[in-house]
């Protein structure tokens, strides 16, 4: 009986209050949207990110002069570094093999000769793949004799850690926003329920009824708002996902991203709506009480 009745409650407050309950829904459904989005576009360049600096290869070019026993000397100077996982040194016939992998001609059919350097690879130990350290690694290493030049993809380093750090700055501003926004819509709809209700509620309080069964309607009410709000979000996301892995080739989404998709988002939709809904109605329940 009691679970029938707060059913009929939950259903009827939410056809009553329909416009501001759509409001709410389409609110949730809006801001998972962009917040699952806004996550997995993180984590992208996170992981993008992270996998260049573990494959980060910092090329010391040696002077024209400077042959292979230089390039020996100088990488036993660079081991004392201490923030060096491994040194290779290229000599210029292997320069030369790996320009026609690349580049499908033979550099001595172009130009005679092999004008290519002797080169040292270095790759860093992983925590020193950061900006910062590299650029003062660049600048140490070019003041080092017979180095002519240091390159290592830092445009693109600091491209994406820029790019990682403006997407999580708008992530926190827009969670934000849209956390007060459903907040806000949430509230203002369970009021109106509850203000509706308001001689009712106060007839239960007096009959006996606990603060539980008064209340458990309205968190319900955020609940199933959550719940379809999430149900939007979700379905948005899996079509939005399909539509771009039909429209790049490159790009592979496993059966196990959509079941997480749908599984996290719905789940974040209900939580959204419980929370919100109970802080209101055992605000709004207080209020009509005190007055009493």
Do not use: C
């Amino acid at each position: 009986m009691k679970s029938s009745f707060v059913l009929r409650q939950t259903l009827n407050s939410l056809w009553r209050e329909r416009t501001p309950v759509t409001a709410s829904i389409l609110t949730i459904g809006i801001a998972l949207i962009i917040l699952i989005s806004l996550f997995e576009v993180s984590m992208a360049l996170y992981r993008n990110l992270n996998d260049l600096k573990q494959n980060m290869v910092v090329e010391v070019y040696l002077e024209p002069s400077r042959g292979e026993a230089d390039a020996g000397r100088l990488a036993a100077q660079l081991e004392n570094y201490g923030t060096i996982e491994r040194i290779r040194v290229v000599s210029k016939d292997v320069a030369a093999e790996i320009f026609e992998k690349e580049f499908g001609e033979n550099i001595y059919d172009i130009l005679k000769e092999n004008p290519l350097p002797v080169t040292i690879e270095v790759r860093l130990l992983p925590e020193y793949n950061h900006s910062d350290y590299l650029a003062l690694f660049k600048k140490q290493v070019e003041a080092l004799s017979g180095v002519d030049e240091v390159h290592y993809r830092h445009v693109l380093v600091e491209k994406l850690e820029t790019i990682t750090q403006a997407v999580l700055i708008s992530g926190i501003v827009v969670l934000i926003v849209l956390v007060f926004a459903m907040n806000l819509l949430i509230r203002n709809t369970i009021k109106l329920s509850v203000y509706a209700r308001r001689e009712q509620i106060a007839i239960m309080k007096i009959l006996g009824a606990g603060n539980l069964f008064v209340r458990l309607p309205y968190i319900l009410e955020g609940a199933l708002e959550g719940l379809i709000g999430g149900i939007m979000a979700a379905t948005g996301l899996i079509i939005a996902h399909k539509f771009i892995a039909d429209s790049f080739a490159a790009v592979h989404f496993s059966p196990m991203v959509y079941k997480m998709l749908w599984i996290n988002t719905i789940s974040v939709g209900i939580l959204i709506g419980l929370f919100v809904s109970a802080a209101a109605v055992g605000h709004f329940v207080h209020k009509i009480h005190a007055k009493k």
